[in-house]
């Protein structure tokens, strides 16, 4: 796999991604701002919100035993798998077992997380995703870039590129005749598999109930219309109650699309019983760890809480230059710069949580108030005592250090700085400062500092006062209207 920085230094250079990226994250933003508008009381609901997941993880090893009894109840089989490898295992056992040949998936991140298409076509089993985004990447042999939109980062242009290279279709980038043509092939799909593979957003403790949601419709036939349906949700996933699932509803479409409600919420209580026409023969569900109980034991058991809904993804400016395939690994964005360094460990993965102006838009965001600053501070601290850190940046932080502590040597070399930095900027601008400084201006031009520092400036200010004379008030600018 590619180094971090290679990957953003080839985001940075794609334009057509930053378009992308731009148009999709602006739509986004303004929609959940409007739509949380017109929830009453909506910070009280994000509040409970918190307060739910938050308790639940001061327990998790109970709530998911009292969610596995009622799982069984309901006439699940539950399994248990420690990593991805063993969750992997697990399904493809359960699919030999039942005689399974072709697989249909909707909604499952977790199986993203795991690679578990990888393992079913190396086990003769056909898979094929059905969301049209992941659909669009499984053709296009990439991974996805957003939790909520995996294609946010490919114009309709390159989609219908895609469509006519893989499945032999004649070209178009129409929109609706992409969907339809994507709709005509899934629904073969549907009608032939006997393994139907989700995920969960949320899994009900008290009542034994997986929830899904979604848009398009595909999860619903994926959950009924296969003989035998396998769900892979990771432990953290749980709410107490039904209603504390009602207060996640309301939050998570406007947080997501902008949405009061996403189109479809399916609850799903076990396999078909006597005398129901719908459903799957039988039901398992795998609760998958792989570094979850590792996060909960540690300073960003925070992130637990999370209900993936990509909001900061939309509001983060490091994500909207960069996309999320810079990213790595299945989570981008800032929830990714936590997740995948605490379910992968640190080693390989330092460089994430660095990938943060830490400006707070996320915290802001995240509809249940998620900090997660905080986290990518403990993480970069962890970063600095576990992994390696090269020896310039070492011996450029020990200078710094010996500088900033010594004000006459500061002032000093802040001037000479100065002085130097200006004859690299005879329009003032610097378009490219020398050695390790030149990875600021690699991707953008550095104002010139001002001759004079504002030290200076206020020293000037005050011996031009007369004797005894206080300083003047400034005077308050004039707000714009839109202020007012």
Request: glycine share 10%.
């Amino acid at each position: 796999m590619s180094h971090f920085l290679d990957r953003v230094e080839t985001a940075l250079k794609d334009e057509e991604l930053k378009g992308a990226l731009d148009r999709a994250t602006e739509r986004l933003g303004s929609r959940r701002s409007a739509s949380l508008a017109s929830l009453e009381n909506s910070d009280m609901i994000r509040d409970m919100a918190r307060r739910a997941k938050m308790g639940l993880l001061k327990d998790l090893a109970g709530n998911l035993e009292t969610f596995e009894k009622n799982l069984i109840k309901n006439g699940v089989k539950v399994h248990w798998a420690e990593d991805g490898k063993a969750a992997n295992g697990l399904l493809v056992d359960i699919a030999k077992k039942a005689g399974c040949k072709r697989a249909v998936k909707s909604k499952s991140m977790a199986t993203e997380e795991t690679h578990l298409n990888h393992d079913l076509l190396e086990a003769d089993i056909d898979v094929l995703e059905t969301d049209l985004g992941e659909y669009i990447v499984q053709l296009a042999g990439t991974t996805p870039s957003h939790i909520i939109l995996p294609i946010i980062h490919m114009t309709k242009e390159r989609i219908g590129e895609v469509m006519h290279n893989k499945i032999k279709v004649p070209y178009t980038s129409d929109p609706e005749k992409l969907a339809k043509i994507a709709r005509v092939k899934l629904r073969e799909a549907f009608l032939s598999a006997d393994l139907g593979i989700t995920g969960a957003n949320f899994g009900v403790i008290d009542s034994g109930t997986i929830v899904l949601v979604s848009n398009e419709g595909n999860a619903r036939l994926v959950t009924t219309l296969p003989r035998v349906h396998v769900v892979v949700m990771g432990i953290e996933k749980l709410v107490p109650n039904l209603a504390d699932l009602d207060l996640m509803i309301k939050i998570l479409g406007r947080s997501a699309t902008g949405q009061k409600i996403t189109t479809y919420t399916s609850l799903i209580t076990g396999p078909r019983r006597a005398g129901e026409a719908d459903g799957c023969e039988e039901m398992h569900v795998i609760l998958l760890d792989n570094g979850r109980s590792r996060i909960l034991g540690g300073p960003i058991a925070e992130i637990l809480g999370c209900i993936r809904c990509g909001a900061c993804l939309n509001a983060c400016p490091v994500y909207k230059n960069i996309g999320g395939h810079a990213y790595g690994d299945t989570y981008p964005g800032p929830v990714g710069a936590i997740v995948t360094p605490g379910l992968r460990g640190i080693k390989g993965w330092k460089e994430l949580p660095d990938a943060s102006s830490l400006c707070g838009a996320c915290r802001e965001v995240c509809p249940v108030r998620l900090d997660i600053p905080r986290m990518l501070l403990e993480l970069r601290k962890h970063a600095v005592e576990e992994a390696k850190i090269p020896f310039s940046l070492r011996m450029g932080l020990w200078g710094f250090g010996e500088v900033a502590s010594r004000p006459w040597l500061y002032k000093t070399g802040a001037r000479l700085g100065g002085i130097f930095a200006r004859l690299l900027a005879p329009d003032g601008w610097i378009k490219k400062l020398p050695g390790l400084a030149g990875g600021w201006t690699r991707s953008r031009d550095m104002k010139a500092p001002a001759p004079k520092s504002f030290q200076q400036l206020w020293r000037e200010r005050a011996a031009a006062r007369p004797a005894g004379k206080p300083p003047a008030a400034p005077t308050p600018a004039r707000e714009p209207a839109h202020v007012r």
